[in-house]
């Protein structure tokens, strides 16, 4: 991620969720929702929320996994990290780290899960593929990972839409629209992937897994 992004995400953080709520009537938090719904955390699972942002989503999925599980919120944004730990400091099971997610990470087949929402566009080209790799790493043998994001393979009206709004906010991102997700996933070793299109084909919701019987 550039160092403009992350300006952004920066000064953004403390009213983040609710202009994004507000600007698109509600539907950018329905979508995290049903996102959620796709990943299905269960009690007492470990779950990393990379590019956790402010923490609303993280905060959810830990009432699923409840007090025996864990998930752990990792973003590039300090202050983002600054907000999270603020507003759910007295979440059990909790825990927010800022890393730059590009990096290798310590984790290897600890989680069962991985959830990222709005990030992967946002990582500069060259870093996507090493996110991947360090997700699949993470996660335990029958792990899962979903990833929420706009759909960079959009057509018709929806691809309009979606190239007049990066002209507009998201400039330096623009090569997302010629990133293979998919291919990706399978090249660092997932198995299945399944996509399912929200809101037009505008957003798009990916359900990968490390293994399939």
């Not at 890393?99 to 310590?106: A, G, K, L, N």
């Amino acid at each position: 991620m550039n160092k403009d992004r992350i300006d952004f995400f920066e000064k953004s953080a403390p009213y983040y969720d609710a202009f994004l709520d507000l600007f698109t009537f509600n539907h950018y938090a329905k979508f995290l929702k049903r996102a959620v719904e796709v990943l299905a955390p269960q009690s007492g699972e470990k779950i990393l929320d990379l590019g956790s942002g402010t923490g609303r989503v993280a905060s959810w999925i830990a009432h699923a996994v409840g007090g025996k599980g864990e998930v752990i919120g990792m973003d590039f944004s300090k202050a983002m990290v600054e907000v999270a730990k603020r507003r759910y400091a007295k979440s059990e099971g909790l825990l927010f780290l800022n890393r730059d997610v590009t990096h290798q990470w310590e984790y290897r087949n600890y989680f069962d899960g991985i959830f990222t929402s709005f990030t992967i566009h946002e990582i500069q080209e060259k870093g996507r593929s090493r996110v991947l790799e360090n997700c699949y790493s993470a996660l335990k043998e029958r792990g899962r990972m979903v990833i929420a994001d706009f759909n960079p393979k959009g057509s018709g009206i929806a691809q309009t839409i979606l190239l007049a709004f990066f002209k507009l906010f998201e400039r330096e991102n623009l090569n997302f629209f010629s990133f293979d997700q998919n291919g990706l996933l399978k090249k660092v070793g997932f198995k299945k992937i399944e996509t399912f299109p929200f809101w037009g084909g505008i957003f798009q919701i990916t359900l990968a897994l490390r293994k399939v019987d």
